[in-house]
């Protein structure tokens, strides 16, 4: 099973795949789609569907996880946090995958033991439960440790995949 995972952000969109067999988990890529600060909302958004959908595009992943968005004290960064969400969202939908949603903190309880993990730590985590991991950015570890958690999460008892309409 090849997983993709996705930390969204508007500026920085972190990627990780890895193959799920069993218990046994394989590093397959990670990296970042980024967007240009000064191009406007929408074009932002637009590189965004354009990174993540070339992603699945090569790597061909079965199921994708996304982060949960948290609220901060900015209304205009949530807000646009969540539109940069959004495109993490439908890309995948666009393409028949079935995607589930995890909040950041059973992210890092699954991958570090500990709910409030910093960014540090997770990295530390992923190299240690991918040792071939190449992720040398916070987002693409972010993703990779998304990933993780759902190939622990996607096994549980009373899990199941949302099912999903092709509309390409």
């Known amino acids: 099973m090849r997983l993709l995972g996705i930390d969204?952000?508007?500026?920085?969109?972190?990627w990780g795949i890895i193959e799920s067999r069993g218990n046994r988990l394989s590093y397959i890529a990670d990296g970042v789609v980024r967007s240009t600060a000064t191009l406007p909302l929408s074009q932002r958004l637009l590189q965004l569907y354009d990174g993540i959908a070339e992603v699945i595009e090569k790597f061909a992943p079965d199921e994708v996880a996304v982060e949960e968005t948290f609220v901060n004290k900015n209304g205009a960064s949530t807000l646009k946090l969540g539109q940069a969400r959004g495109i993490a969202l439908l890309v995948p939908?666009?393409?028949?995958?079935?995607?589930?949603?995890?909040?950041?903190?059973?992210?890092?309880?699954?991958?570090?033991?500990?709910?409030?993990?910093?960014?540090?730590?997770?990295?530390?985590?992923?190299r240690v439960l991918l040792p071939s991991s190449l992720a040398t950015s916070a987002d693409a570890a972010d993703a990779l440790a998304i990933a993780?958690?759902?190939?622990?999460?996607?096994?549980?008892?009373?899990?199941?995949?949302?099912?999903?309409e092709s509309r390409l």
């Open 8 to 14: 969204p952000g508007l500026r920085n969109t972190g």
């Open 93 to 126: 939908a666009r393409f028949a995958l079935p995607v589930a949603e995890y909040p950041a903190n059973l992210v890092k309880k699954s991958v570090v033991g500990v709910g409030h993990a910093d960014k540090g730590q997770i990295q530390m985590m992923v």
């Open 148 to 164: 993780i958690c759902h190939a622990h999460h996607r096994t549980a008892p009373g899990w199941t995949a949302p099912a999903v």
